[in-house]
């Protein structure tokens, strides 16, 4: 037993607040469009500005959760400045006024250029405005928080067999089949919807302690503890059928590991099945450091047993790594999280933290060099991976216990 000294969390703690407060947060204020309102869209990983490109409810949800979170714990009028923005963005271009929700894409002036209803991204459009209600007090961003709720629970739920369809056309009279990355299989309900409904629901309870919140919460738990995960090879299932069926066996392991310490909070916060969580998280992370993570301190992307592996290094997997980790290694002190956590944070600062061009590469090769070619924002490249995982290790860092 044992790990990071006192001494080494303190260093960390300060080099996280430091890379989020002088590195990611001023690449993003920089990037919002002073004329059309919200950020722009693209960025190439040259650094090219795309000021044409569409706009994601995805991106701008993170980036009003971003800068509220952000003032939340380091006060600063240029944080609330650009979190009031990313509000008066998602409420006057993405909120449907018609149909209600919000819509999926927007095009560089605003306009709905993909009307559909994605669960996805109305759950980070939840988490946006939950924690921009906990920052700022708005009252108008509470009652929306409530207003998205009962949408998602009248609306999108799957009262027969559980869980949350994945996706409706705009009025949500039928369900949509379209995949939400060309990469994920066609699938009725996915694992990514319901861990960020978790997230959300964690969050909206925070501010707003309903009793239905609690009761959606504990589903979610329930679902996640009983079908998600699949506790003898310690990994998720990612898709399934309406019956929740699982369709393949891909391994995420940013997933996993994202899973187990959100799976975690949740249960915290709500405070039910915790020990069962606990469990389940350290399941999850030590997947990881026994399959997932190189000596180095990199994550591998994704694996089908048996059929392929991306060995790729992906900020968003990396990022989500050392918050898992040092979940793990904070509730039982085991010296191969501590030491895993030290890997992943250190693999960050060498290979992800882009020291010319600000914030994270999207992707390193194996061998730990940026693949440049690749966008450095677009309608998923965004501040919310890698700032909350700052946010994460410097709040649990700062004060060793």
Excluded at 159 to 180: H, I, N, Q, T
Excluded at 181 to 199: C, G, I, Q, V, Y
Excluded at 365 to 383: F, H, I, N, S
Aim: aromatic share 12%.
């Amino acid at each position: 037993m044992g790990g990071i000294t006192d001494m080494k969390q303190a260093e960390i703690a300060e080099q996280a607040a430091r890379e989020l407060l002088d590195d990611i947060l001023p690449y993003w204020l920089a990037l919002q469009d002073p004329q059309r309102g919200g950020c722009y869209g693209g960025v190439t990983g040259a650094g090219l500005l795309q000021r044409d490109a569409p706009r994601g409810l995805v991106v701008h949800s993170r980036i009003l959760w971003t800068f509220s979170a952000a003032h939340r714990l380091f006060p600063n009028a240029s944080y609330l400045q650009a979190a009031d923005r990313a509000f008066d963005y998602l409420c006057n271009r993405f909120q449907d006024g018609v149909s209600g929700g919000y819509f999926w894409i927007l095009d560089s002036q605003g306009q709905p250029a993909d009307t559909r209803k994605q669960v996805y991204g109305h759950a980070f459009a939840l988490y946006g405005l939950a924690e921009y209600h906990r920052a700022s007090g708005n009252p108008k961003a509470l009652e929306l928080t409530k207003q998205l709720f009962a949408l998602l629970e009248g609306r999108c739920r799957d009262r027969r067999m559980g869980g949350y369809f994945e996706a409706f056309v705009r009025d949500f009279s039928a369900p949509l089949a379209e995949k939400m990355l060309a990469d994920d299989l066609s699938a009725s309900k996915t694992m990514n919807t319901h861990l960020h409904l978790l997230e959300a629901y964690t969050g909206l309870y925070r501010v707003w302690p309903d009793g239905e919140v609690a009761q959606a919460l504990q589903a979610l738990i329930d679902l996640f503890l009983q079908r998600i995960i699949d506790h003898d090879n310690g990994h998720l299932r990612l898709f399934f059928d309406a019956d929740w069926t699982a369709l393949d066996g891909r391994i995420s392991f940013g997933h996993d590991v994202e899973c187990g310490w959100l799976l975690e909070e949740a249960a915290q916060t709500l405070g039910r099945r915790q020990a069962e969580c606990r469990r389940a998280a350290r399941l999850l992370s030590r997947s990881l450091l026994e399959e997932g993570m190189d000596p180095d301190g990199g994550v591998r992307y994704e694996r089908l047993p048996g059929a392929w592996e991306d060995t790729d290094r992906c900020w968003w997997v990396q990022a989500e790594s050392a918050v898992g980790l040092l979940n793990a290694w904070q509730q039982d002190r085991d010296e191969a999280f501590g030491a895993g956590f030290e890997r992943a944070w250190r693999y960050i600062l060498e290979h992800f933290v882009d020291k010319s061009g600000g914030e994270w590469y999207r992707r390193v090769d194996a061998q730990g060099r940026p693949k440049e070619d690749l966008m450095k924002v677009d309608l998923w490249k965004c501040p919310y991976h890698n700032a909350r995982a700052c946010m994460e290790i410097h709040e649990r860092l700062a004060t060793p216990a």
